[in-house]
T-cell receptor, first 115, second 114 residues
Framework: NAGVTQTPKFRILKIGQSMTLQCTQDMNHNYMYWYRQDPGMGLKLIYYSVGAGITDKGEVPNGYNVSRSTTEDFPLRLELAAPSQTSVYFC??????????????FGNGTRLTVT | AQSVTQLDSHVSVSEGTPVLLRCNYSSSYSPSLFWYVQHPNKGLQLLLKYTSAATLVKGINGFEAEFKKSETSFHLTKPSAHMSDAAEYFCVVSEGGGSYIPTFGRGTSLIVHP
């Protein structure tokens, strides 16, 4: 059971380039989330999805886009990368919403540097 | 609205001594509460969760947390620290009322000295 898989593990982008961070889960979870983690700031929610075809903005969505065409996949798209997007990105999933005590399952993260 | 405050950004202990990581929360509903651990260059792993069945919650690796509604706290403890406990710990709150979004604390870095 692979759980939540993120690719790539590391990436360096030049300012203005675009890329897609991939996230897939094999647990048939309904809810999926994208977070960014910056030192001393905890995790900030970028986008989330409560099921295939449904996405919504989190706390810090600017500069990002997502799609959820299948239950398994939740890619995060960066358009026109900026140095402020240098961060570690985590994808997570849960069976139900966390308000129902359903815990989050995390991938191992993507470390992105924009120079 | 929900919020969570981890009262210490760093906690330093000696191996074999008790660990206390403090977390206060605010919620308009009956919240779900979680503690996650993150080892260096890894994703986050669930330590324990509060389910309302019991106020004292036991988790993995000897950790436990006590839910105190009157104090709006959910502190994480362990009787005896091990070197392998050195990591970043996150307290997370998720309230009901139709909100699906958990809120993370800023994290507490646990340093364990030999």
């Amino acid at each position: 059971n692979a759980g939540v898989t993120q690719t790539p593990k590391f990436r360096i982008l030049k300012i203005g380039q675009s890329m897609t961070l991939q996230c897939t889960q094999d647990m048939n979870h309904n809810y999926m989330y994208w977070y960014r983690q910056d030192p001393g700031m905890g995790l900030k929610l970028i986008y989330y999805s409560v099921g295939a075809g449904i996405t919504d903005k989190g706390e810090v969505p600017n500069g990002y886009n997502v799609s959820r065409s299948t239950t398994e996949d939740f890619p995060l798209r960066l358009e026109l990368a900026a140095p402020s997007q240098t961060s570690v990105y985590f994808c997570a999933s849960s069976l139900f919403g966390t308000e129902s005590n359903s815990p989050l399952h995390f991938g191992n993260g993507t470390r992105l540097t924009v120079t | 609205a929900q919020s969570v405050t981890q009262l210490d950004s760093h906690v330093s202990v000696s191996e074999g001594t008790p660990v206390l990581l403090r977390c206060n929360y605010s919620s308009s509903y009956s919240p779900s509460l979680f503690w996650y651990v993150q080892h260096p260059n890894k994703g986050l792993q669930l330590l324990l969760k509060y389910t309302s069945a019991a106020t004292l919650v036991k988790g993995i690796n000897g950790f436990e947390a006590e839910f105190k509604k009157s104090e709006t706290s959910f502190h994480l403890t362990k009787p005896s620290a091990h070197m392998s406990d050195a990591a970043e710990y996150f307290c997370v709150v998720s309230e009901g009322g139709g909100s699906y979004i958990p809120t993370f604390g800023r994290g507490t870095s646990l340093i364990v000295h030999p």
